[in-house]
């Protein structure tokens, strides 16, 4: 059975994939990959569906090695992956496109100069126990995942088995006279900006209980992302929000996305593990087109948000969805381009 041993482990690896969508009922954070594109798309490049598990690396990445011929797919923060091979020098692997992985080669992360969050997806998935459908890890509920927590040096991870469109791309990147990764990427989404980046929101239960000068705030200002974050939330900083009137709550439904405001007045924004419901108000919820984007985000960055309608929000979802349906199209023809080039020398 193909394997992949960590040899140094990340600040916060996981083994993530879409979540459980059916167990909030039971108290149950849906978790699954904080950017669920990224997510995606390493899969369908290493032609994985959707719900096969990834590893999530976030701000410095692993060191890992495979002990067989391995394909492969990184997306999202630019964690500068670099292969060795059999003694050779170091080689600078491509993201956004299905790399070929030798057998006994190591795989070295950095940190990311850019995003917080990469994903890698291997061609049959990391093939960790089911728990509640989902092999999703929930660092708090120490469940799921490989042993429900983060991956360590030492861990060996067991790979499911691939598609035969995965072994047929392996194949082609392995041939004689062939590269390992090709030289094109597909990349849907840009990370976010620096410097302060722009969430798309639309108004929650409780925005009304802002008044005019508040709500101006909140479209205003730029936020810091304090450092007491994590896949739960972000704690938002540097301004503060006030209600009109604060009455108590009872605690009612929350989803990644919702923006909350505690008494002292630091937003809240709710992260894929958060609890399925809440007490504090919701004045705001990120719309799921900028879930990814969040995601993101690293300690210390700002960000500021723009009110948008729910009509907004749908079609920016949809363009969404087809600017990645375009992408992972133009990447199936890429391939098959390869394999005709191949099959021509």
Known sequence: ?????????????????????????????????????????????????????????TLTGDEMEFGADTLIAITGADMIPVLCHNGAGPRLVAQHCPVAIPAGSSLCFQSARRGCRSYMAIAGG?????????RSTVLRADFGGYRGRKLAAGDELPIGI??????????????PGGSTQPRWFVRPRDLPDPEVAVLRIVAGTHTSCLDPSELSRLSDSVFRVSSQSDRMG??????????????????????????????????????ADCAPT?????????????????????PGQSVRFVMVTLKQAQNAFRQQRQDLAKALAMAKLMIQQQKVQHASD
């Open 162 to 175: 691939p598609s035969t469109t995965g072994d047929r791309i392996l194949a082609q990147l392995l041939s």
């Open 1 to 57: 059975m193909n394997q992949v041993r960590i040899i140094r482990s990340g600040l916060c690896s996981t083994v993530q994939d879409t979540g459980r969508v059916r167990f909030r009922h039971l108290g149950v954070a849906v978790g699954g990959a904080m950017d669920p594109m990224m997510h995606e798309l390493a899969n369908q490049l290493v032609a994985n569906t959707a719900a096969l598990a990834t590893i999530e690396m």
């Open 126 to 134: 990391v093939d960790v126990p089911v728990v509640m459908e989902s």
């Open 234 to 271: 972000y704690r938002l900083i540097d301004h503060l929000l006030e209600l009109e009137q604060r009455e108590e709550l009872i605690s009612e439904g929350t989803v990644p996305g919702t923006i909350q405001l505690p008494p002292d007045g630091n937003p809240i924004l709710l992260m």
């Open 278 to 298: 809440g007490g504090y108000p919701r004045i705001g919820h990120v719309i799921s087109a900028d879930l990814g984007s969040a995601a993101q985000l690293r």
